[in-house]
């Protein structure tokens, strides 16, 4: 059962934390985990053409990351969980696109959509930012 959690120090109780938030917190911590594992995979084994590429993969995908998992706790709003969701699918789409191209040989020709869709996630956060 997930009952709401008590703060010691003030007496408030605090509700659960709903899924779709719990979800984006989790992924944030994957992508930067995941990020890691690739920057350290570019570093040591590949080849200096695809380092580029793949540490670029992995600061986006890390910076996206640390920013879900610390934005994702206070998204109460719609649209502020509208705007990171689309960042994960964003970044996911890039730099996914970009560690893809090199380990399986695919095209790259859905990574400006995923650059765009940050972008776009990003001013939405920030539109909604101002009108709280």
Same mark, same amino acid.
């Given at each position: 059962?997930?009952?709401?959690? $008590?703060?010691?120090?003030?007496?408030?109780?605090?509700?659960?934390?709903?899924?779709?938030?719990?979800? =984006?917190?989790?992924?944030?911590?994957?992508?930067?985990?995941? %990020? !890691? #594992?690739? $920057? %350290?995979? *570019? /570093?040591?084994? #590949?080849? *200096?053409?695809?380092? $580029?590429?793949?540490?670029? /993969?992995? &600061?986006?995908?890390?910076?996206?990351?640390? +920013?879900?998992? #610390? =934005?994702?706790?206070?998204?109460?709003? *719609?649209?502020?969980?509208?705007?990171?969701? +689309? #960042?994960?699918?964003? !970044?996911? &789409?890039?730099?996914?696109?970009? %560690?893809?191209?090199?380990?399986? +040989? !695919?095209?790259?020709?859905?990574?400006?959509?995923?650059? $765009?869709?940050?972008?776009?996630?990003?001013? &939405?956060?920030? !539109?909604?930012?101002?009108?709280?």
């Amino acid at each position: 059962m997930n009952l709401p959690a $008590s703060d010691s120090h003030t007496g408030y109780v605090r509700a659960p934390t709903p899924w779709s938030l719990r979800a =984006l917190i989790a992924a944030g911590a994957l992508l930067a985990a995941l %990020a !890691v #594992a690739l $920057s %350290a995979y *570019a /570093a040591h084994l #590949a080849d *200096a053409h695809s380092q $580029s590429r793949l540490q670029t /993969a992995a &600061v986006f995908a890390f910076g996206h990351g640390i +920013a879900l998992a #610390a =934005l994702a706790p206070l998204a109460r709003r *719609a649209l502020t969980r509208i705007a990171l969701y +689309a #960042a994960l699918i964003g !970044v996911a &789409v890039f730099s996914g696109g970009l %560690a893809a191209a090199h380990f399986f +040989a !695919v095209s790259t020709g859905l990574l400006p959509y995923g650059g $765009s869709l940050m972008i776009l996630a990003w001013l &939405v956060y920030a !539109v909604d930012a101002l009108r709280r």
